[in-house]
């Protein structure tokens, strides 16, 4: 069973940078997708950011130029580093994951099966 924990969320003023933490353990697979969904009051889950055990990648275009996944294949950590955040940035942060997977595209093209807790981010102008 793959258990997965967020953590690095808070409040920070629009402009500002935060670096969210996801750390993975129980794959059995040696192939994996992760992934940054997020998902504000009243609205739809947003697939934020995707990467995979060979370090493919991708974020959305909402985020681009903002946002970067990275994976520590050593830690089985995944890492979004959040920069020049907004207000509609603001939502709770989750991570997934799903193994056996190709490419991130398994993650970012069909509901992972492995979910964290969430974490809050609040971006105030």
């Known amino acids: 069973q793959v258990q997965l924990q967020e953590s690095g969320g808070g409040s920070v003023q629009s402009g500002g940078s935060l670096r969210l933490s996801c750390a993975a353990s129980g794959y059995t697979y040696s192939s994996y997708c992760m992934g940054w969904f997020r998902q504000a009051p009243g609205k739809k889950r947003e697939g934020v950011a995707f990467i995979d055990n060979d370090g493919e990648r991708r974020v959305a275009d909402s985020v681009k130029g903002r946002f970067t996944v990275s994976l520590d294949n050593t830690k089985n950590i995944m890492y979004l580093q959040m920069n020049s955040l907004k207000p509609e940035d603001t939502a709770m942060y989750y991570c997934?994951?799903?193994?056996?997977?190709?490419?991130?595209?398994?993650?970012?093209?069909?509901?992972?099966?492995?979910w964290g807790q969430g974490t809050q981010v609040t971006v105030s102008s």
């Open positions: 997934a994951a799903d193994q056996p997977a190709p490419s991130y595209y398994t993650c970012r093209n069909s509901d992972p099966p492995y």
